[in-house]
């Protein structure tokens, strides 16, 4: 039996996302291990991080700076606006180098279930970014759920009053996935988008 302070720390490592209760003891015991030059330098970083992070007041990334990174880079192109819900989906976006157009994060998406209503999002302040002009497109980059389609159709409906393109990213199959390991509505989408060779 651990004592309590490591059973504390392990259930905080736990609330992780990606972490069980397993994972969350083993990288406890790794720690413990490596307490001398590990630990120290663990701590160091999550002081510096809590005390310097920061939200980007033009998009609502997370940087230590603000302006974030991204907005702050003149080589982006101010024409594309790629919607996101969370500081997660820009960051995967962003690591994959794709898009090099500016970023904006909702905090979220429409949630009738949890009571999360549009003004409960960044939608005003996506609204005046697109008001101001300088933006042909506005990529709707919401997750392929339920919430996340209709976060993207009431986005869609309410740019529709500003002369921009509204687009969506694709789904459907991904890439190296065999067709009789797909859920349902994967292969619904897929088929649904499919186009001619």
């Known amino acids: ?58 998009c609502g990334n997370v940087d230590t700076t603000n302006p974030c990174g991204i907005c702050a880079d003149p080589r982006r192109d101010d024409k594309s606006l790629c919607v996101v819900e969370d500081v997660s989906d820009l960051w995967a976006l962003d690591r994959a180098k794709l898009f090099t157009g500016r970023y904006h994060v909702l905090g979220g998406k429409l949630s009738a279930l949890d009571g999360i209503r549009p003004e409960d999002l960044n939608i005003a302040s996506l609204m005046t970014r697109v008001e101001q002009g300088g933006v042909d497109e506005v990529v709707l980059a919401m997750n392929a759920t339920l919430e996340g389609q209709t976060t993207a159709h009431y986005l869609s409906e309410r740019l529709e009053e500003f002369p921009v393109r509204i687009t969506q990213l694709a789904h459907g199959l991904p890439v190296g996935g065999e067709l009789d390991y797909l859920d349902e509505g994967t292969l619904a989408q897929a088929l649904r988008a499919r186009r001619p060779v």
């Open 1 to 58: 039996m651990a004592s309590q302070e490591i059973e504390i720390l392990s259930q905080a490592l736990a609330r992780l996302p990606g972490l069980g209760p397993r994972s969350a003891r083993r990288a406890v015991l790794w720690l413990v291990k490596r307490r001398e030059t590990a630990l120290p330098a663990l701590l160091e970083a999550l002081a510096n991080v809590g005390e310097a992070l920061v939200e980007c007041d033009t």
